[in-house]
């Protein structure tokens, strides 16, 4: 398949997930890790969030990132989850699809 077809077939995917309004990978680890961040700071589960820190560290050294920068990029998502307000925005081309004015 040509750069150029394979181009227009992801772009055809990618429109019709949209339409679909589903989710792609992205979103639900997005909204998962921030269930077991934030579940995690509400049951005091410190240490259990400690493993889990570590875990995805080591997992993203192994991909090639720097050790402290991973440490530091998890501290900050759990200090910001730990409101345990939603820090997501809407998806407002997915709640008003048809609207050209609401485009994301």
Do not use: C, T
């Not at 639900?28 to 509400?42: C, D, E």
């Not at 493993?51 to 720097?66: C, E, S, T």
């Amino acid at each position: 398949m040509s750069l150029g077809k394979a181009r227009e077939r992801q772009k055809a995917l990618r429109e019709a997930n949209k339409r679909a309004r589903r989710p792609e990978r992205d979103d639900v680890a997005r909204v998962a890790l921030f269930w077991l961040i934030s579940g995690a700071i509400k049951k005091g589960r410190l240490a259990a969030l400690e493993r889990l820190q570590d875990k995805i560290v080591a997992m993203l050294v192994d991909q090639g990132f720097d050790e402290r920068e991973a440490d530091l990029v998890f501290d900050d998502l759990v200090a910001k989850y730990r409101s345990g307000v939603s820090p997501f925005r809407r998806k407002v081309h997915l709640l008003h699809p048809d609207d050209p004015d609401e485009e994301a």
